[in-house]
């Protein structure tokens, strides 16, 4: 057994939620007990800021995998499209600083840390820093909506990870905010952006029929299906995809009937990697976009909404090759922000922190979807990572 192993056998032995404020670390569903926080993590996915950034960063994302630089290099160049620099770093350092404007204007006197899973900042080394200024209970928000392996589960046990490399074990707690698909502070961007997408078509086809023309495609990140089955809580049944797909799936269903005007929409997904044998969450958005005219489709409004903000797969997978398959296709497209630093947002993200610091019931929080409000605590053995199989994580109760 490994130390760091044995150490979280220690911690689970007297907690149930390992690395958890007081409130959390008995495992509620939902933390109804005020707690006191002293720090906010944004905690990020991280980007290369250079072309020499681009390979060490990919190096990282595929950690474990044993995936020669020759095949990183296939994906190295969406970077190198851009010069080798991701956009991520920026929006995050841009949200960061809208938190704090929020923040202040509420009266609210917490510091934003920043950090990411996959480069500088890097997530130990900013709590490392935070301890020694101080803080000591922390409250994380990760930069992913949903329920998975890699947009939730990871994160945790990332914060699992850095807690021990920085030897902060027993002397700091992290809870993490629940994730947040249905929160309005989320949802409304996409539905005002929704609606000016369909006014923009509007203006480029004036005779555009929307309810029988005009298709909705809601975008998302393809994942494993074996992951995705798994997303989500073991002792419920969310169907095909699991948790991952039913979030995705309610809440377009929202965004659409609040803004279609009628039109027909679809989930798609999209950035699939991984061999063709391993079956992965599909229709790929290309393929789907394929099919439209042959169904009287003249016109796409392109939803990213599995996406925070306008990071690489955004810029590459949607608004350079889906847009490129829609002109192909003979098909007027728009494509909808990603919320990024819209104002619902950012007072969105700070009420879902206010949600915990003041414990706030399960019954008086917003869902815009039945399916939440999602769980403050995450449930045994949920979004299990099939390939690697269950870490050490915090926020969560084990496995």
């Known amino acids: 057994m490994s130390t760091r192993e044995a150490d979280y056998g220690v911690a689970t032995a007297q907690v149930t939620v390992p690395h958890a404020s007081e409130a959390a670390r008995s495992g509620p569903e939902h933390v109804e007990t005020p707690t006191a926080y002293d720090a906010i993590l944004l905690a990020g996915f991280g980007g290369p800021e250079g072309q020499d950034d681009v390979i060490p960063f990919l190096r990282n994302v595929t950690r474990g995998r044993g995936i020669p630089d020759e095949r990183l290099e296939e994906v190295a160049h969406h970077y190198r499209h851009f010069g080798g620099v991701s956009p991520i770093n920026d929006q995050n350092r841009e949200l960061k600083a809208a938190l704090e404007v929020e923040l202040a204007s509420r009266g609210i006197d917490l510091p934003v840390l920043w950090g990411n899973r996959n480069w500088d900042p890097y997530i130990t080394d900013v709590l490392k820093d935070a301890h020694e200024q101080g803080h000591k209970r922390v409250i994380a928000i990760a930069t992913s909506a ?19 490399n920085a030897d902060l074990v027993g002397s700091m707690t992290i809870d993490k905010v629940r994730p947040f698909f249905d929160h309005p502070g989320f949802v409304e961007p ?21 309810a029988r023309e005009v298709r909705i495609l809601f975008a998302t990140h393809s994942i494993p299906t074996a992951d995705a089955e798994r997303s989500g809580a073991r002792d419920r049944d969310y169907g095909p995809g699991g948790a991952y797909a039913a979030q995705h799936l309610a809440v377009s269903e929202v965004v659409a009937h609040a803004a279609g005007e009628g039109a027909a929409w679809d989930l798609v997904y999209q950035s699939r990697s991984g061999p063709p044998s391993q079956p992965w969450l599909d229709p790929d958005i290309n393929d789907a976009i394929a099919l439209l005219p042959a169904e009287g489709v003249r016109a796409v409004v392109i939803v990213p909404i599995g996406f ?47 949600e915990r610091r003041d ?24 979004c299990e990572n099939v390939r690697a199989g269950f870490k050490p994580a915090a926020a969560g109760i084990a496995p």
């Open 146 to 164: 949903y329920s998975s392996f890699s947009s939730c589960r990871q994160y945790r046990e990332n914060f699992a990870e850095s807690l021990e």
């Open 190 to 210: 996409f539905i005002e952006g929704v609606r000016a997408g369909i006014q923009q078509l509007r203006e480029q086809l004036p005779d555009l029929d929307v």
């Open 308 to 354: 925070v903000s306008d990071h690489m797969e955004v810029l590459w997978d949607l608004d350079t090759e889906a847009l490129e398959t829609c002109r192909e296709h003979g098909l007027a497209a728009v494509r909808v922000p990603t919320p990024g630093k819209h104002q619902a947002y950012v007072r969105g993200l700070v009420d879902l922190v206010l």
């Open 359 to 382: 414990g706030t019931p399960a019954s008086e929080r917003p869902a815009m979807t039945k399916l939440g409000p999602w769980f403050d605590v995450c449930r045994p053995g949920c």
